[in-house]
């Protein structure tokens, strides 16, 4: 049986929407991904180079501190991890959560949120945090999505 975890980073609750729809489409589980010291919206000013977030992401070694680690990742054969793109590539709170399990076996099945951009490298940084897991890329969302949006996308995972 396969079970599925849909796991998501969402800081300003965009993500978090479209988690919720998977989730409740392929009636699995969730967890969000917190980070220890919420982001406030000065710190997601990314054009602001003394922004929190724009520090964290040109230093491609930072990993901001995860607020908790209970995921029970051991108990899922598929994670649906959900993040916004940052700079081109997830957010490296996302190389912390990978690098905090272990993931060996699961397949890791990626979706993203962005206002203009792709996933551009995500998967190849991504990949190293987590290198027994087999990862796939999904589907970044652009604007208002609605449920059959991300349904058709689903049936078209390729597992």
């Given at each position: 049986m396969n079970k599925i975890l849909v796991a998501v980073f969402s800081p300003t609750g965009t993500t978090r929407q479209i988690a919720k729809l998977i989730a409740e489409i392929t009636g699995a589980?969730?967890?969000?991904?917190?980070p220890a010291e919420k982001y406030t919206s000065m710190d997601l000013d990314w054009d602001k180079q003394n922004s929190r977030t724009t520090k964290e992401m040109q230093d491609i070694n930072s990993r901001p501190e995860l607020a908790d680690k209970n995921a029970k990742i051991e108990n899922y054969d598929t994670i649906y991890l959900g993040f916004p793109i940052w700079w081109y590539?997830?957010?490296?709170?996302?190389?912390?959560?990978?690098?905090?399990?272990d993931f060996s076996g699961k397949t890791i099945v990626t979706f993203a949120t962005s206002g203009g951009s792709g996933f551009?490298?995500?998967?190849?940084?991504?990949?190293?945090?987590?290198?027994?897991?087999?990862?796939?890329?999904?589907?970044?969302?652009?604007?208002?999505?609605e449920k059959d949006t991300v349904a058709t996308w689903i049936k078209t995972v390729d597992f």
């Open positions: 589980d969730s967890y969000e991904i917190k590539v997830a957010p490296h709170i996302i190389n912390t959560f990978l690098e905090s399990y551009g490298d995500t998967l190849s940084f991504l990949e190293h945090s987590a290198p027994d897991a087999k990862f796939i890329q999904g589907r970044v969302f652009r604007g208002r999505i």
